[in-house]
């Protein structure tokens, strides 16, 4: 071998053994991050008829809105913070809530966003013609513009949670004040929205009929905050749910969200993530105790109480999917304890067998003598919709206290009927509810004596003025570790009272394919199921390698 070979061999040898290094060097010095790209196909149950933010009622409405407009404040995880607006202040008495937005925001059609849109849209929110299911949230709300850039809300009477109220996306001005009240709902901006959201309409896709049968979004390049990864998402519709069901199963969809724990676990060992997280809401059997004076009795609806075992519920009726709770307040807040009541039927027939109440050996049901040698069976109706979660919960309560010795009759309404000719006249025994707390956890709907009689929810007809003075505190105090104390108290008298037995906490249940990422249920502060899009820019399918240096913080 000549000396050229060999110095040829080790020149190769070198460069060979430098790229190595740079390469090694080169790796210790990068770093992945998610790469833009992507596209996302959900499955939603019914059609689109309202996308805005003002009229949205289904969920096919809120899920578009939640993306293709943003409001003042918005959602981040847990943390209510800004959105449009720069920073806010509120005045020392809590009445005024001074906002002022960023210079930099805009309309998906490149107009500039200002706080005559944000007055514009709070406007149609309280015009009573339109009838916007948002209008409780701004009702008696005065709205004064000082700059373009700066605007003023004022309240009545203070109002801790109204901050919630003000992720309400906002419509652009400049298309909608040509709409008359009488065209608002009929508008075709509602089926083409503009907002400024992190998401901008693409495409729209209809059949021969003109029902809408994809709804495209493509992310919005010039969106103010941080820019979503995916390049679209896309939704398409379907009639029920078994259709949508079978989409996912042929891969015409990759998710759908709100399915129900048993229609959820046939895709939990396939190649699915199930994002499970706590629903702010609670499962009762509420007490009707005018209807059937015999719930009137403490005692007895102490021994209901005991006789149920929230577990088996959450186990049979929810496929494990929901929490068990003792008290008014969803699972994981302050004032919930963390194990719920232990069943003990031994412990119940005791109560109920100390204050007079005996065994027909006949019927094996309770009775009590009463008023003038009348005889009180221990014997009531339990009334809930026609949902499969609800009917097996209902039938597993039912058996619960048959076996206690009540004579126990279960009957079932459509939702619709439930609520008019049932929930609204107060024409129940017991009734298995759910109620719908919320972010701001507000139970002075549900539980202030003022609002026993609809629209109010206190579907228990509770009364009691200790709690009573609690709740119109914590309406009116901003002070979330007063606040805080002051739950536990609610709770404590409310449980004590037993005016329900408390059931569960459900959960949300969204199927996801495994190439999305970074969507961890933690990031989700769910109140409504469009509420999983408040993280929506941080999700991602692919990712890139970049110098540390120039990673993003």
């Not at 060979?16 to 790209?37: E, Q, R």
């Not at 200002?114 to 009838?131: E, G, R, W, Y």
């Amino acid at each position: 071998m000549t000396e050229k070979t060999i110095f040829a061999i080790l020149v190769i040898v070198a460069v060979f053994t430098s790229i190595l290094m740079l390469i090694n060097v080169s790796n210790y010095f990068m770093v992945s991050i998610p790469k833009s790209g992507g596209e996302l196909r959900e499955g939603v149950i019914g059609l689109p008829h309202m996308i805005n933010p003002v009229l949205a009622i289904t969920d096919a409405d809120r899920d578009i809105t939640a993306l293709v407009y943003s409001g003042l404040m918005k959602y981040d995880g847990e943390n209510l913070t800004t959105d449009l607006a720069e920073s806010f202040k509120v005045s020392d008495d809590g009445l005024t809530y001074t906002f002022t937005l960023r210079p930099d925001i805009y309309f998906h059609d490149g107009s500039q966003l200002t706080t005559d849109d944000v007055a514009f849209t709070i406007q149609k929110v309280q015009d009573p013609s339109l009838k916007s299911p948002r209008r409780a949230d701004w009702n008696n709300i005065t709205v004064n513009v000082i700059s373009t850039q700066e605007i003023q809300l004022t309240l009545k009477q203070p109002y801790s949670p109204f901050l919630n109220n003000t992720t309400l996306g906002i419509l652009p001005k400049h298309m909608w004040s040509s709409v008359s009240d009488d065209q608002f709902i009929f508008s075709k901006y509602n089926i083409e929205p503009i907002g400024s959201g992190p998401y901008k309409l693409k495409s729209l896709t209809k059949d021969s009929g003109g029902i809408p049968q994809e709804y495209k979004l493509a992310v919005s390049n010039d969106y103010y905050a941080t820019k979503a990864y995916l390049d679209y998402i896309t939704f398409v519709f379907f009639s029920d749910i078994d259709k949508a069901i079978s989409a996912l199963e042929k891969g015409k969809i990759e998710s759908i969200a709100s399915l129900s724990s048993k229609q959820a676990e046939q895709f939990s060992k396939e190649d699915y993530n199930i994002i499970s997280t706590p629903l702010p809401r609670i499962f009762g059997a509420f007490f009707n105790q005018n209807n059937n004076p015999i719930l009137a009795d403490r005692t007895v609806r102490q021994a209901l109480d005991i006789a149920i075992d929230r577990q088996v519920i959450i186990n049979s009726a929810l496929n494990g999917y929901g929490s068990p709770i003792d008290g008014p307040l969803p699972y994981g807040s302050v004032s919930t304890s963390s194990k719920s009541q232990k069943v003990n039927m031994d412990l119940a027939r005791s109560i109920l067998e100390k204050t007079g109440w005996v065994k027909n050996p006949g019927t094996g049901i309770y009775e009590k003598k009463g008023p003038k040698n009348t005889i009180q069976i221990l014997a009531f109706d339990l009334v809930t919709a026609d949902a499969t979660d609800l009917k097996l919960t209902a039938q597993i309560i039912k058996e619960a206290w048959t076996n206690l010795g009540a004579k126990v009759e279960v009957k079932i309404f459509d939702t619709s009927d439930l609520y008019q000719n049932i929930i609204r006249p107060r024409k129940y025994d017991v009734l298995l509810f759910g109620q719908l707390i919320g972010k701001d956890r507000d139970l002075y709907a549900f539980w202030h004596s003022s609002q026993r009689n609809s629209p109010g929810l206190n579907v228990a007809m509770y009364t009691n003025s200790k709690a009573d003075e609690i709740l119109e505190f914590i309406r009116t105090n901003g002070d979330r570790t007063i606040n805080q104390r002051k739950y536990i108290d609610l709770d404590q008298i409310i449980k004590k009272d037993i005016p329900a037995v408390f059931l569960y906490s459900p959960n949300f249940i969204y199927i996801l394919p495994k190439n999305i990422k970074n969507n961890s249920q933690g990031d989700m502060n769910i109140n409504n199921p469009s509420d999983r899009w408040n993280s929506i820019n941080k999700w991602y399918i692919d990712t890139e390698q970049v110098w540390k240096i120039f990673a993003p913080k």
